[in-house]
């Protein structure tokens, strides 16, 4: 038996013989990001904790109806992530993924205010970039991670739309690819792509917002 259960029908199989090990090996590999997810839904830590619980006693309930359809990974967040709603449409905190806007008209503010933009009629450049977005390639590191801004990143994120917040996060926070978000979310590829295009422009402005102050400060 493999010590990491990297392969998901080996994992399955330990799981459903009650392979200790494997149930541990899983904990440690999902339950930070799990906590980090439940946390966009719920109003404290406590109750984070508490969706995490719950979703292990379902794994744990439901691991011999699991029929393979989809990873490991996009199962246990999907029983993650309809707990969470749950609790956070109880708290007032969220809105059911599949009653949310769709990506076409969620959000559907531009993306970056007008006035970044030259006007249909400037004589030169019609319609490009007047105020160029901030080079974050020549932003030192230490800035791009200070407290604050993670913080600020963290704030920007909480002020998203459901199905954005949702996106960015997986893709951005936890590292998903395109694809296991949208088996997750049960999004078309495009409206992952949008969601997630204006998902990053919010918070990018957000930063933004924050740099130029301080510099000016």
């Known amino acids: 038996m493999p010590s990491d259960f990297t392969d998901d029908i080996a994992l399955i199989d330990a799981l459903r013989a009650g392979d200790e090990a494997a149930f541990g090996w899983m904990l440690d590999q999902y339950n930070p990001l799990l906590r980090r997810t439940a946390r966009m839904y719920v109003a404290t830590d406590a109750q984070a904790d508490e969706v995490v619980q719950e979703t292990w006693l379902a794994v744990i309930k439901g691991i011999d109806r699991f029929e393979r ?25 969220s809105v059911p993924f599949s009653s949310a806007p769709s990506a076409m008209t969620e959000g559907a503010d531009p993306t970056f205010s007008p006035d970044r933009f030259r006007p249909p009629d400037d004589p030169e450049w019609p319609g490009h970039w007047a105020s160029f977005p901030l080079d974050w390639e020549h932003q030192p590191e230490t800035r791009l991670l200070a407290a604050e801004t993670l913080s600020l990143v963290g704030a920007a994120l909480q002020e998203l739309p459901p199905a954005q917040r949702e996106v960015l996060t997986l893709r951005d926070v936890n590292g998903w690819t395109s694809t296991e978000v949208c088996h997750a979310l049960g999004v078309s590829e495009t409206n992952q792509r949008v969601l997630l295009h204006r998902g990053r422009a919010k918070v990018r402005s957000a930063l933004e917002s924050y740099f130029e102050s301080s510099e000016l400060s």
Do not use: D, F, P
């Open 69 to 93: 359809r989809s990873s490991v990974k996009t199962w246990i967040y999907r029983i993650l992530m309809n707990i969470a709603r749950t609790k956070g449409v109880r708290e007032s905190r």
